[in-house]
């Protein structure tokens, strides 16, 4: 199947041009294609912006074991219509993936629910370090330095030593400090309000695990990835670390603050906790002047029921990889950022960051996974329209401008005119190696 996308205004790495590009299978294989190449499928483009499929490094998709909440096939759909072509999911699941044998049972899952490409982390224990050693079809390893949802957790520095000495494959970790979170959960005997989370889990809290997490890969020489910054102080402390050490941004941490806890109350309760309107503000900063290089979503669903318990009850977490891309581009339209910077921060970066294979740029040879976008499209998100299986969304209510319109994967139109198509099935995400 040959498919030839007419006359739009295409994001390539290092430009932002008008041209043709030609599909051949799962491939580019043209970013310059004549008006009269040969093709099966002639998709006008006029008026709209292509760019590289979202990689979202950070989700949760509860598929197996708690599928009342999400599942592959629901989250795959979301994925499709919010132009994610790609994800890399927590090992939160149950079982977790922290055994060889539960990771490829999760990618058997995936081959035949995904709708987008996938790939799952192996999540440390305090004792798995031999499966850290010889997972091979995963991007990396999870340490939860900081409990959140589900059991897995690595605290002591022993073990944590040994996994930053003795592991090659990168590392990410969730960075919120146990002791911390503890001692500030007695002061406040547990917590009586949603508003009490952003004081247990406070900027401390952050900042002391992100800098034991960021120490430990400088002195093991170790790359590292932080995920879901959420302060000013970790901004500040990035920007002089070294190049082993990556970071990103979630959308909560750059919309939400504490503030909105009256309107939206435990809807948006996550770990690491939104914080001050300062620190959303630092968050963009650190987006902007490269210090923090992604923006993924932690898509991590719970039913509204769940939700809707009182605090400290509620779970930690919300859904969005339906619609990230339209709130980038909404600020993109508002003039906060170029659509090159998204580009950059939903694919580029991180495929780059994770060794992805032929990902994340639109250049021939790369892997046909795109996102046509019309940046005059408003529309408003609805609960009643969501495809994540949890069936709602903190933006409830809320107009956006610039909306994808069609999403392909490895060459195949997965979402268009408003609807999935559930025939298309993702292929398991390569990782380079030698990079
Ligand atoms: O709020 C959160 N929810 N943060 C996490 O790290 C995990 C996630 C979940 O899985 O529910």
Not at 215 to 233: C, G, I, N, P, Q
Not at 404 to 428: C, H, L, N, S, Y
């Amino acid at each position: 199947m040959r498919t030839l996308i007419r006359n739009a205004t295409v994001v390539l790495p290092d430009a932002v041009e008008h041209v043709n590009i030609l599909l051949d299978g799962p491939r580019i294989a043209s970013v310059d294609a004549p008006d009269s190449s040969r093709a099966d499928a002639v998709v006008d483009a006029s008026g709209l912006h292509l760019l590289p499929g979202l990689i979202d490094d950070q989700v949760h998709f509860r598929e197996p074991g708690l599928t009342h909440k999400e599942d592959l096939h629901h989250a795959t759909r979301a994925c499709a219509k919010g132009g994610v072509t790609s994800f890399l999911e927590m090992p939160n699941t149950k079982p977790t993936t922290t055994s060889l044998r539960a990771l490829d049972e999760k990618l058997a899952l995936a081959a035949s629910h995904c709708h987008v490409n996938y790939g799952f982390y192996i999540g440390a224990t305090p004792d798995n370090l031999d499966v850290l050693q010889t997972a091979t079809r995963t991007p990396g390893i999870k340490i939860f330095i900081g409990s959140s949802t589900g059991d897995l957790l690595v605290d002591s520095q022993q073990a944590l030593e040994r996994i930053f000495a003795e592991t090659t494959l990168p590392i990410c970790a969730h960075c919120e400090d146990e002791t911390t979170v503890k001692a500030n959960a007695a002061r406040l005997n547990g917590g009586h309000q949603v508003a009490d989370h952003s004081l247990i889990r406070d900027h401390k809290a952050a900042i002391i695990a992100t800098r034991r997490a960021v120490d430990l890969a400088e002195r093991h020489k170790h790359r590292f990835h932080v995920l879901h910054v959420s302060t000013a102080d970790e901004v500040e402390f990035l920007r002089g670390t070294s190049d082993l050490i990556t970071a990103e941004a979630c959308p909560h941490h750059l919309f939400f603050n504490i503030s909105d806890y009256v309107r939206l109350g435990t809807l948006i309760q996550m770990n690491p906790s939104i914080k001050t309107a300062a620190d959303n503000d630092a968050v963009w900063r650190g987006l902007l002047d490269g210090t923090l290089e992604v923006v993924a979503t932690d898509h991590a669903p719970h039913t509204l029921e769940e939700k809707r318990q009182p605090y400290p009850k509620s779970p930690s977490g919300l859904p969005a990889v339906e619609n990230y891309l339209a709130l980038l581009l909404n600020e993109v339209n508002q003039g906060r950022c170029t659509i090159s910077q998204v580009a950059s921060w939903t694919s580029a970066a991180p495929a780059r960051i994770w060794n992805l294979k032929s990902k994340g740029q639109i250049r021939e040879g790369f892997d046909a996974d795109l996102v046509l976008v019309d940046l005059n499209k408003s529309e408003i998100i609805l609960n009643e329209h969501q495809l994540t299986k949890c069936g709602w969304s903190p933006w409830h209510g809320e107009t956006l401008t610039g909306w994808p319109v069609r999403t392909w994967v490895m060459g195949q139109t997965v979402f268009a005119e408003g609807k999935v198509i559930d025939e298309v099935r993702g292929t398991e995400i390569l990782f380079d190696r030698l990079k």
